[in-house]
């Protein structure tokens, strides 16, 4: 069992940024991947960014590409999204999961524990 949560979300302004935190009782190995994901009111889940344990490496969804930024903080143990640019689409409840699958996948299925999430409001 691991428990995750997320922390940072809030209102902003279009062409804002924001900043969410993702902790777990455990990063290892054997959970090798953290993924963000965000579910807009109406719409399905989809993954926006993950960060491999095994090498560091990222990928991101092409919506958020150039504008958000995965990145893990060892000094706080924490698994960071930092937005940039937010535009109104972006609004959603952001989710962080951690995964045990050895492909880096951003499909929410491959994930095995989810926080409760955090809501991003982008709106003038």
């Known amino acids: 069992q691991v428990h995750v949560a997320e922390s940072g979300g809030g209102s902003v302004q279009p062409g804002g940024s924001l900043r969410l935190s993702c902790e777990a009782s455990?990063?290892?190995?054997?959970?090798?991947?953290i993924g963000w994901f965000r579910q807009a009111p109406g719409q399905e889940r989809e993954g926006i960014a993950v960060f491999s344990i095994y090498d560091g490496s990222t990928t991101y969804a092409d919506s958020v590409k150039g504008r958000f930024t995965i990145s893990r903080d060892n000094s706080k143990n924490t698994v960071d999204l930092q937005m940039s640019s937010l535009r109104p689409e972006d609004t959603g409840v952001y989710y962080c999961?951690?995964?045990?699958?050895?492909?880096?996948?951003?499909?929410?299925?491959?994930?095995?524990?989810w926080g409760k999430g955090t809501r991003v409001t982008v709106s003038s």
């Open positions: 455990r990063f290892t190995l054997q959970y090798p991947h």
């Open positions: 999961a951690v995964g045990s699958s050895i492909a880096t996948t951003l499909i929410p299925t491959f994930m095995d524990y």
